[in-house]
């Protein structure tokens, strides 16, 4: 297994778009995941996120990932929420 150079664990938080390819020994950019967002809802009074996480019978982790910066502590009415999408 190869290690890191100590110079590239300093400066790990300012890479942060790039990683370290042990196998070659080079620097290699990473690719920025893009979020699609097929279709959305409109957060009506009363809801939560479990219940649209029911009404739309999605998956807890998957409903967290397309909805990306959501506090579901603070979700309101009139808030549009991604329902189906997909990050690529």
């Not at 893009?34 to 996120?49: E, K």
């Amino acid at each position: 297994m190869l290690l890191r150079p100590h110079w590239m664990n300093l400066l790990a938080p300012l890479l942060n778009t790039f990683d370290f390819d042990d196998a070659v020994g080079t620097l290699v950019a990473e690719k920025e995941a893009v979020l699609t967002c097929n279709s959305v809802y409109g957060v009506q009074s009363g809801d939560t996120c479990a219940g649209v996480i029911q009404m739309f019978s999605l998956d807890a982790v998957f409903f967290s990932v397309i909805n990306p910066n959501l506090n579901c502590d603070k979700i309101f009415a009139g808030q549009w929420l991604c329902v189906d999408g997909k990050v690529n």
